[in-house]
């Protein structure tokens, strides 16, 4: 059986990429400084794409992607393109977890805790 080749974070989408961390928010800049230089003891990027979908962070040796939900997440359009981008790439074996905004800003100790136990359990 041959299996599909992912094109991880593919030249077209550099400049994307590149604004999207241009623009983080202040919840992403929050976390960003939480997860960089492999303080958790594997190592994120930031803005990185598999195929043509942007996940806000993502550790390549858990296949683990992390998105931060702001209020535009709610927004039905956004909610159903998210929701087929999550089972596309879920079906290639990366794993999402989900925190929002407000999760960010007032419980930093509990998201990273969070984070901390999906990287410890087998990818």
């Given at each position: 059986?041959?299996?599909?080749?992912?094109?991880?974070?593919?030249?077209?989408?550099?400049?994307?990429r590149?604004?999207?961390?241009?623009?983080?928010?202040?919840?992403?800049?929050?976390?960003?400084?939480?997860?960089?230089?492999?303080?958790?003891?594997?190592?994120?990027?930031?803005?990185?794409?598999?195929d043509?979908?942007?996940?806000?962070?993502?550790?390549?040796?858990?296949?683990?992607?992390?998105?931060?939900?702001?209020?535009?997440?709610?927004?039905?359009?956004?909610?159903?393109?998210?929701?087929?981008?999550?089972?596309?790439?879920?079906?290639?074996?990366?794993?999402?977890?989900?925190?929002?905004?407000?999760?960010?800003?007032?419980?930093?100790?509990?998201?990273?805790?969070s984070?901390?136990?999906?990287?410890?359990?087998?990818?």
């Amino acid at each position: 059986m041959k299996w599909r080749q992912f094109h991880f974070n593919n030249p077209a989408l550099k400049n994307r990429r590149q604004d999207l961390r241009l623009k983080s928010t202040l919840a992403e800049k929050i976390l960003w400084e939480r997860l960089r230089r492999s303080e958790l003891g594997f190592k994120f990027f930031r803005q990185y794409s598999v195929d043509g979908y942007v996940m806000d962070f993502y550790c390549p040796t858990k296949h683990l992607a992390i998105e931060i939900e702001g209020s535009i997440h709610k927004e039905t359009s956004v909610a159903d393109y998210d929701k087929f981008r999550y089972r596309y790439l879920e079906a290639f074996g990366v794993r999402f977890l989900k925190f929002s905004n407000q999760q960010i800003y007032e419980k930093i100790g509990e998201t990273i805790e969070s984070i901390k136990s999906n990287l410890h359990t087998p990818s």
